[in-house]
């Protein structure tokens, strides 16, 4: 049964940083992109970090600079880096990856406060 499993949410103060873990049960990992979104109440799902299988990453510009995602396809892992963390980054975080098929986490809660 493929599986992801995220860690590393929690609660940080404004400015503060936090690494999130996502744990893949993928076969054929490194040939999948992967990707962090995030969802806050009342609001869509929105994309924060993609990397493609060829270790290409692209950001939205509300965390370009801030947040970095990395993968180490030996351990079937990906990470969020993120850094200077503000309010509106408060969300739940979810572990995403693609190829032939789509799968996602349960999701992390990360709670900024101020």
């Known amino acids: 049964q493929v599986q992801l499993v995220e860690s590393g949410g929690g609660l940080v103060q404004s400015g503060g940083s936090l690494r999130l873990s996502c744990s893949a049960s993928?076969?054929?990992?490194?040939?999948?992109?992967v990707a962090w979104y995030r969802q806050a109440p009342g609001k869509q799902r929105e994309l924060v970090s993609r990397?493609?299988?060829?270790?290409?990453?692209n950001y939205p510009d509300s965390v370009k600079g801030r947040f970095t995602i990395s993968r180490d396809n030996n351990s079937k892992m990906v990470f969020l880096q993120m850094n200077n963390l503000k309010t509106e980054d408060t969300a739940v975080y979810y572990c995403?990856?693609?190829?032939?098929?789509?799968?996602w986490g349960q999701g992390t809660q990360v709670t900024v406060s101020s």
């Open positions: 995403n990856a693609e190829y032939t098929s789509t799968y």
């Open positions: 993928i076969t054929s990992f490194d040939l999948h992109t």
């Open positions: 990397m493609t299988s060829s270790g290409w990453a």
